[in-house]
Structures are given as C-alpha cells and as structure tokens.
C-alpha cells in the first residue's frame, strides 16, 4: 500500500481566530483542525495590506477589510475585531511556533472606500477601465502617471511587508490576478493598449491611434472592439506574455528572501479557457516560478449561489466540468504543485456545503483524490492536496467529518485503472487558439467533461511524451490537433484500444482502417470519432442513439463574431455537438472498461486496482440530489468480499446473483444523494 502525504492548507480570515486572547486564539484553532494544517493563507483581504503599509514602529489599528473578508460584520463565533498590525505579527509568530506556515492572502478589489480610505482613490490611473466604460479593482499590470509599473512598487516592498508581520510567503487571488472580466470586454485603456502595441508590434488604424491616449468611452470601446475583432491572437498571447513577466518579477524577489508565491488559478478555468478568456497561461506561471497554484473546484458553491436566480433551473451543475479542471492542469503543467481549492463554507458569501450540501461536498473530496497522472516514474496523484476555503467557524466535529474524508481520498494510490487513459498533449492545445477562434469547435475539455456527464469517465491521464509508460485504452480528443510526429506515435500504439474524437473525416496517419468510425449527425461543427485496436465491435449497439438531434443551439453567423462571454460563470461559445453523437461516444469508451465490473447505464463507475494485492476499487457516483441509489454492480468473476472504503455505506454490501457454484457475481451499492461511494472488491481465487 502506498501512503499519499497530502497536503492541507487553509484559507482563514483574521475572523476565525481572536485577538483578546495571547496567542491570538491559535491553540483554539488548532484543537479544531485536530491535525495542524501545514499553512494557512490568513485572508487580509485588501491589497492596501502591502499598498498602505506603515511599518512596525509603532502600532495602528488594521481596517476593517482587513480584519475580516470584505470587512463583513460576524461568523458564527464572533463579531469582526479590531486588529492591529502587532496583533497581526503576533498571530503569524504564534502560528509559526506551532508548526503552520502562514501567508499573506490578497485580493484586488475595490471597495469605493467603504470600510477605510483606499490607496487606490489617490491612483485611479492603476484601476480596471472596461470597454463598457466601468471602472473597476486594481489592475496590477498597469502604469502610474509617471511611467513607473505598479508591479515595480509592489515587489519593492512586499518582503518589507511579509518580514515584518512573519509571513512565509504570499497568495493572490480574485481580482489581483485577474480580473473577473474576460479580456473580450477587459481593460482597453490607453496603458495597456500602449503596452501591447509596443510588444505585439500590431499596427492600429489611423483614427484609433489618433485617440490611443483617450480614456473616453467612445475611445475604449472604439479600440476594444478593433483590437478583438481584428488581433485576438495577438492580445492573448500578449496577456500571456504580460503575466508571465509580472509573477517572474515578483516571484524572484520572494524566493530572493526564502518566501513563496500561491496563486488562484483563472477563475474556475481550465488551461485553455484560462488563456483564451484571461491571458493566462498556467505552464507559464511555473516557469515563472509560482510555488503553488490553487484550481478553484467549487462547483457546489458555486451553484448554491446561482446568479440567475429567476432562472435557476438554466444554471448548469458544473460538477463533472470543475473536476476534470484539476486533471487537465495537472496534465498540462506535470511539476507544478496544485493545491484544489474544497468550497466548505463562506459566512461572507453566504454558501455553506458542509451544513447544506454535505455529500456533494463528501463527493468532490473523494472525486479530486481520484485523478491520477501515469508518469515515467509511474503513478501520481494529480494533486498535491487540497486547500480548505474558508477556515473560520468550522467545530472541532466539523473538522473531524473533515478529515476522515481527506484520509479516505488521499489513503493510498493504485497501479492501474481500467478505464481509457486520457492522452495530454501541449501542441494540441497550443493549435488549438487559432482553431478555436475562429470555428468555436469543442475544446478536449470540453469533451472529456462532457463524456463524464454522459457516465464515460477516462482513468488515469498521461501526456503523449510518456505514452511508451501507457497500457491499456487510449482516449485522444481532439486528435487532429496533434502534431504529426505525435500522431505517428499514437497510430504505433498497439497495447491497448485507440480511442478518439477529431474533425469530421479525420484518420490516424498510415493508412490504418478504424475499427469503427462515425460522425455527429446534427453538429454545427462536425466531429468524428474512431476507434482502432478493437478487433470485433457492435458498431450498431455503439451508434444506436446516434440519430439523437438534441443539444444546445448552434451558434448563427461567423462564429470568428460570435460575442464571446465577459463573465467567468457564464460558459465558452461552442459550435453545436449533439446529444446522439455524445452519447454514441460514451457508448464506445465504455466498450474499452477491461475492468469485469457492469453498472447500470445511467451511473458512473470508476475502477482501479493495486499492485500489492488484487482488490479491484470500484468508485460509485450518484448524480441524482434527492434520492439514495442502490445499482447492482456485476462482476464476470466471483466476488468474496465487498469492503466500504468511503464513510458510507456502513454496512457490508451485499452480494446478489448467486450462481448454481454457490458463489456470488454482483453486489448492491448504496450511494447518498449527490454523492460516491468506494469499495473495495476481493475476487475468489
């Protein structure tokens, strides 16, 4: 049995601990967590943290968003205090003394001088001037007035800041980087429109560049429209670039003073919605030198606070969507750190899964623990723990229901699964952009996701340069995209099924003829999919749904001046794909399970083994949020013993099917409402 050590962080604002008591209520904190976490990130909130900074000779009162997320009034434990910048330092000596690591946790955002006068009020030029003409939030790639880069005042004091208060290092987040608006509809200002000229080298038509240093309106929206409509590309890729070199400053000078650098990623994104709707590309943030990064998979919390409340029934669950995000940015980014972000509860935001939702909350635990990368060096997990948001006003119980589930989820780590492994490659996604921008077709996660919904989960992930290490299925979205040596490569593969998606009339190089082939019927965009290395397939039992219309609208026009979205909850423009053809491709990834285990069509399975003995795990997944499920799970070989691995079911399974043998070939699996459950089978031998 192989032990993950896991890593547990906290995000906590100053609310969840109490400055009346000497050790600033750290001893109280970590009797709750029971196990100390290895850090917290201590939520200060407001950038003016390091803006305003006084120093330490003498003490001041810290204000109130400050002392408290959005300087909101309570928690369940106490009303907002006043802190001081030596209650602050002594809180992080106190943490430090017993064994946590604490950072300083900001944001960007703007508060109109609500709680206390904002340093931002004095420099307006540095704020986010939106093609709408909203201003809004600091925008740290910008400018002052006298040429000076905010980024150059920022790390010239932020280890002033973190030494003298004790912090280890620095987490960033909404806001701060980036903005909550995409770039379509993001900062056309004349800063950062000067920038981008001088790095692109794009020349603007004679009477944009007449008003480039106009922030008027008509100006900005004028410049905006011209710019994404005529050198999207260009933008991107300058975002790109822009980010990269900011967090290289600023993480050089933190690891200059042995300090860290945590960074949330892109609003909920994946690593090519992250480039194309915010600029940001997460293999570059670790080259840059970001320590940690924090994939935000709270699709529980972010349903339970649907915007459009008079549409609730519109507002998609993005559970299989938000998941699948921490496998592909661990695929994409293979030696950085993630830390995925577990949506507990927010008094601020008002969204509680532990006491509302506590088996999606169960499930999204167990779910991020369960994604794997096949590596040369063999099997890891995808993450490297998780990152509790937010920390304060959870009991001791709390954390105890807490860990148990961490210590299920991150227990032990399989040799093998016995689904299709997914196959990343860099130079799909980097073909991707140009394809996209102009086709609007599916993304690879966009698929994936999707097929998940459809329960057809991949297994294990590995990116094409390790696929030597790979046995079994494979599954290739998006194959044409693929360089051609690496096409080669996967047209070579002969240990296993190929399984893939590709524009319509697509096949792997060498003349090979698939096993089956078949191609959306009512698409926008027309996809295929193939399969090689079957041998024998009832292609008539795969495509049986094929000629299912259903789906979302297909978009009209050009889809290059399709409007894109401006908010991260509201989803990327796509081409039609039709229900039929997803389906049909659920139907053929599950014909490659070499797992023995058969559920029922409308529940996900998931299932592993381990090299040290030969229990076969099976993963259950309800996607039903109001009642029990109990599917018969039937197995092509004797089953002696069902064990419970997850905190429910309690009791022992039981076995159903019994042969004339005596022995017993399925077994019933309980799963909670909205929830998973594990277990691990023992075949007779």
């Not at 100053?14 to 709750?32: N, T």
Request: net charge negative.
């Amino acid at each position: 049995m192989q032990d993950y050590q896991k890593e547990i962080f906290v995000w906590i604002p100053l609310i969840g601990f109490d400055r009346d008591q000497e050790d600033k209520g750290v001893a109280d904190f970590l009797h709750k967590t029971i196990a100390p976490p290895a850090a917290v990130s201590l939520f200060l909130f407001h950038s003016d943290i390091v803006n305003q900074h006084q120093g330490m000779d003498q003490e001041y009162p810290l204000p109130p968003d400050n002392c408290s997320y959005y300087g909101s009034v309570r928690n369940e434990e106490r009303y907002r205090q006043e802190w001081t910048n030596y209650d602050l330092r002594e809180l992080c000596r106190s943490l430090k003394e017993n064994g946590v690591q604490p950072y300083l946790g900001i944001m960007g955002v703007y508060l109109n001088n609500r709680h206390h006068y904002e340093w931002e009020s004095d420099h307006p030029e540095l704020m986010f001037i939106y093609k709408n003409g909203r201003t809004s939030g600091l925008n740290v790639l910008k400018r002052f007035n006298d040429g000076q880069y905010y980024e150059d005042f920022f790390t010239d004091r932020i280890n002033t800041v973190l030494d003298d208060y004790g912090f280890a290092g620095l987490h960033v987040s909404d806001v701060f980087c980036p903005p909550s608006l995409s770039i379509c509809e993001g900062d056309f200002s004349a800063d950062i429109i000067d920038q981008f000229v001088q790095q692109s080298g794009c020349s603007l038509p004679a009477p944009i560049v007449q008003n480039l240093a106009s922030n008027a309106q008509v100006h900005v929206e004028e410049r905006g429209e011209y710019i994404w409509n005529n050198y999207r590309q260009e933008l991107i890729k300058f975002y790109c670039w822009r980010w990269e070199g900011f967090f290289k400053k600023l993480s050089d000078r933190l690891h200059g003073d042995d300090k860290k650098l945590i960074v949330n990623n892109a609003w909920c994104s994946e690593p090519f919605e992250a480039i194309y709707r915010f600029g940001i590309d997460y293999k570059a943030l670790f080259r840059a030198g970001v320590d940690y990064m924090v994939p935000e998979t709270v699709p529980v919390g972010q349903h339970m606070t649907a915007q459009t409340l008079d549409n609730l029934e519109d507002e998609p669950f993005r559970y299989y969507q938000y998941m699948t995000m921490a496998m592909f940015m661990s695929a994409y980014t293979p030696q950085g750190k993630l830390l995925c972000l577990n949506g507990v509860k927010d008094v601020t935001e008002e969204w509680d899964t532990l006491h509302h939702m506590s088996t999606l909350l169960e499930r999204d635990i167990y779910t991020l623990s369960s994604y794997y990368l096949k590596t040369d060096q063999g099997v890891r997990r995808c993450i490297k723990g998780i990152f509790v948001c937010l920390g304060d006003g959870i009991r001791r119980d709390e954390w105890e229901w807490l860990n148990s589930r961490y210590a299920v989820g991150f227990k032990e780590t399989p040799s093998t699964c016995l689904l299709p492994t997914l196959i990343w490659s860099d130079t799909s996604l980097e073909n991707l952009l140009p394809d996209y921008i102009h086709s609007k077709r599916w993304t690879m996660h966009k698929i994936v996701f999707e097929l998940a919904k459809a329960c057809a989960p991949t297994g294990f992930t590995a990116r094409i340069e390790d696929l030597d290490h790979v046995s079994g299925a494979i599954f290739v979205p998006n194959a044409d995209l693929y360089s051609e040596e690496e096409q080669i490569a996967l047209a070579a593969y002969d240990r296993g099924p190929i399984i893939g998606v590709a524009k319509a009339g697509y096949a792997l190089p060498g003349g090979k003829q698939p096993d089956i082939y078949f191609e959306d019927l009512h698409g926008g965009y027309t996809l295929c999919a193939f399969a090689y290395n079957f041998g024998a397939i009832n292609a008539e039992n795969i495509t049986s749904q094929l000629d299912d219309a259903s789906g979302d609208e297909d978009i009209e026009g050009d889809p290059y001046l399709v409007k894109d979205p401006d908010y991260f909850r509201w989803d990327l423009r796509y081409r039609k794909v039709s229900q039929g053809f997803i389906k049909s491709c659920a139907a053929l990834l599950k014909a490659a399970n070499t797992s023995e285990i058969e559920a029922p069509a409308r529940v996900p399975v998931l299932t592993y083994t381990f090299d040290d003995d030969d229990r076969m795990r099976v993963v259950v997944i309800n996607d039903d949020r109001f009642h029990y499920i109990k599917p018969v799970i039937i197995a092509k070989k004797a089953i002696r013993y069902v064990e419970p691995v997850s905190r429910y079911p309690v009791l022992p399974p039981q076995l159903v099917n019994q042969a004339p043998d005596g022995l017993y070939y399925a077994f019933i699996a309980k799963v909670p409402p909205a929830g998973l459950s594990i277990f691990d089978l023992t075949f007779e031998t």
